[in-house]
């Protein structure tokens, strides 16, 4: 079974740095990834950053492109999210989530023989002062 494990959030005043890690365990599978999301008052959930587990690509999101930046520590099991020049609207609760394709049964060739899952871990709370 798939567990995500969210941590680091906390209160910082604006301009200042948090760090974010979601423990990851049981992602033995392939073909997956890891994201984080976000969700402030009253807003739709958002994706922000997400890092491919085979060849470590990453995506960012427009809205915290150049300060935000994911990466796995393969040595602890996390996927932690570097997170500077805060801003009072990146105010929210920060979710990690991963996706991935895990093979079910017949030919490996085969798309159909892979299982789309996907997981989500408990939110962690990040506010920012002005």
């Known amino acids: 079974e798939v567990q995500l494990q969210a941590s680091g959030g906390g209160l910082v005043q604006a301009g200042g740095s948090l760090r974010l890690s979601c423990a990851v365990s049981?992602?033995?599978?392939?073909?997956?990834?890891i994201a984080w999301f976000r969700q402030a008052p009253g807003k739709e959930r958002e994706g922000i950053a997400c890092?491919?587990?085979?060849?470590?690509?990453?995506v960012y999101s427009d809205s915290v492109k150049g300060r935000f930046t994911i990466a796995s520590d393969n040595a602890k099991n996390t996927v932690d999210l570097q997170m500077n020049c805060l801003k009072p609207e990146d105010t929210a609760v920060y979710y990690c989530?991963?996706?991935?394709?895990?093979?079910?049964?017949?030919?490996?060739?085969?798309?159909?023989?892979?299982?789309?899952?996907?997981?989500w871990g408990q939110g962690t709370l990040v506010t920012v002062s002005s």
């Open positions: 890092i491919v587990s085979d060849n470590d690509d990453t």
């Open positions: 989530h991963a996706e991935g394709l895990k093979y079910d049964s017949g030919s490996p060739q085969d798309p159909k023989s892979y299982r789309y899952l996907e997981f």
């Open positions: 049981g992602l033995t599978f392939g073909n997956s990834a």
